[in-house]
């Protein structure tokens, strides 16, 4: 079945540096959607990225869809304490029975 | 945005027993929702599909007969952990698929005794 592998499982940073997840898929991807869930908390959509080669931003979060549409990065310029959290990356592969399958997620954890 | 709720927040119950847990969409239908398990520091694991009105969708590994998910209308669905025994604590969470996104609930830790 289809499996989605996230890098790295943890990242530790300084408050200000910059943070990347990557994110890659066995086989090709409908669209992949980014969630974060904070300590304690439940998963929170971020963003979906349909096209080969998408980029979006969110203020200092960057997505990218590659454009096999088998990966996906997210990057975090000049980390904030608040961005501490899990990221998780989610493929749909399509088809008519929709489903996500989820990465094991990047822990960031930010020292201020 | 959309919210998803669920009941209980936590519960603890003895080995043997059944547990129920609702899945509410407060704002808005749907028609299909997830039900997830998450160990600690862990992804979600996809365990069914619930599709209002009809069976639910089980992920291979799962016991349909343990994990009994009823989607009994567009805004509610249960499932109950039956028999539930220690390696049955977790935290399961569900969600609603409402156009793109997922709207996850706030989780329900169970503790087996």
């Known amino acids: 079945g289809q499996q989605v592998m996230q890098i790295p499982q943890y990242q530790h940073v300084q408050e200000g540096e910059d943070f990347t997840t990557y994110c890659n898929s066995s086989t090709t991807l409908s669209n992949i959607q980014w969630y974060k869930q904070r300590p304690g908390g439940h998963p929170v959509f971020l963003i979906q990225l349909v096209k080969s080669g998408e980029v979006k931003k969110q203020k200092r979060l960057t997505f990218q869809f590659g454009e096999a549409k088998k990966n996906s990065s997210l990057h975090i310029t000049a980390t904030q304490t608040t961005d501490v959290g899990t990221y998780f990356c989610a493929g749909d592969s399509g088809g008519s029975n929709y489903k996500l399958t989820f990465g094991k997620g990047t822990l960031l954890t930010v020292n201020p | 945005g959309a919210v998803v709720s669920q009941h209980p927040s936590w519960v603890i119950c003895k080995s043997g027993t059944s547990v129920k847990i609702e899945c509410r969409s407060l704002?808005?239908?749907?028609?299909?929702m997830f039900w997830y398990r998450q160990f600690p520091k862990q992804s979600l694991m996809l365990m069914a599909t619930?599709?209002?009105?009809?069976?639910?969708?089980?992920e291979q590994g799962v016991e349909k007969d343990k994990f009994l998910i009823n989607h009994a209308s567009l805004t509610l669905s249960t499932l109950t952990v039956t028999s539930a025994h220690p390696e049955d604590s977790s935290f399961y969470i569900c969600s609603a698929r409402r156009q793109v996104e997922q709207y996850f609930g706030p989780g329900t830790r169970l503790t087996v005794t």
């Open positions: 619930s599709n209002e009105g009809s069976k639910a969708t089980y």
């Open positions: 704002d808005f239908q749907a028609t299909t």
